[in-house]
């Protein structure tokens, strides 16, 4: 027996209640919360891996999302801008209105549709200017527009020489005419073109295009004093105002009345010109307003340039 052998028959030999089970095949400990923590850390890592996974597969998808609303916005941006250009060539009154009023409804989205519908124009508030589509919408051309739809509207150049020589009378005419007659003043009519632009600058510019025209133009802003204004449109010959909406509004609601809504027979919009943030005059809040008035109160009609 070897000693090895004898040392274990002597150990199971003693009656002293005690077990002696011996594992001589490692000299090393067996630690099982070892173990464990080893899985737990294999699992974290695996946790956290998906974790970045999911994390790095949303942001792409919020990044995909938002390039596409982008894309659709971008889309609906230059879409919008083409109608804007395109409208004022457009032959369908139906279509000038419709769209009119959707910017109308998009500006105010608190009112209701009776409210709405108090504020929309109607297709026969509108003259197409399709005819005038060979030419370029510029302030170049603006003169040409004019003169080739409302020249009869303007005064011609020799109405002062004519209406000397109209006042001329021999002692004979003037023994002979009723004295009764003579005390009443002929009135003229005044019919005006109000040429309505989004900003004071683009009225400017507007002025500046059609003073040569026969009677010159008038130029309504804020920039002048409303009493000025007014003492001009009192005694003026021209019969075109270049004005802002907001303006030719203070004008129209002044005390002194000295411009009526219905001595406004055209109303000439700038509709093709876009300012830096590709906006027009329809995007003017006193614009709608303005002109419903001149419609509906005035019975003027609108012609889009």
């Known amino acids: 027996m070897s000693k090895l052998e004898s040392i274990s028959t002597v150990g199971d030999d003693l009656d002293d209640g005690l077990e002696y089970n011996v594992d001589f095949s490692s000299g090393e400990e067996i630690n099982p919360d070892s173990e464990l923590e080893n899985d737990n850390d294999a699992s974290d890592q695996e946790s956290s891996k998906a974790k970045t996974e999911s994390e790095s597969n949303n942001g792409k998808k919020r990044k995909a999302k938002t390039s ?3 894309e659709k916005k971008k889309v609906k941006m230059e879409m919008d801008i083409a109608q804007k250009k395109n409208l004022s060539k457009e032959s369908s009154t139906d279509v000038i209105a419709d769209f009119i009023n959707n910017k109308i409804s998009q500006k105010n989205p ?6 709405l519908s108090e504020l929309y124009f ?4 509108f003259r197409s200017t399709s005819e005038f589509n060979e030419e370029k919408r510029s302030l170049d051309n603006l003169s040409k527009f004019i003169l080739g739809k409302f020249k009869n509207m303007l005064p011609s150049h020799d109405n002062k020489k004519n209406k000397k020589n109209k006042n001329k009378k021999t ?3 003037d023994k002979s005419q009723d004295i009764s007659n ?3 003043p002929e009135v003229e009519e005044r019919k005006f073109i109000a040429i309505v632009s ?3 600058l683009r009225a400017c510019d507007i002025h500046r295009a059609t003073r040569e025209i026969s009677g010159s133009s ?3 802003i804020n920039k002048n004093k409303l009493d000025v204004d007014l003492k001009l449109v009192k005694s003026t010959r021209s019969r075109i105002l270049c004005c802002t909406p907001g303006r030719l509004l203070k004008v129209l609601n002044s005390e002194d009345l000295e411009l009526h809504k219905d001595e406004i027979k055209i109303v000439i919009v700038d509709n093709s010109y876009l300012d830096q943030k590709q906006q027009n005059i329809w995007d003017i ?3 709608p307003e303005a002109l419903s008035i001149l419609t509906k109160e005035g019975g003027s009609k609108i012609y889009l340039y």
């Open 171 to 173: 002692k004979k005419d």
């Open 218 to 220: 008038l130029k309504l």
């Open 68 to 70: 596409k609303l982008q």
């Open 110 to 115: 608190n009112l209701s549709t009776l409210e």
């Open 285 to 287: 809040k006193e614009t």
């Open 198 to 200: 989004m900003s004071a």
């Open 122 to 125: 109607n297709k026969t508030d």
């Open 182 to 184: 003579s005390d009443k």
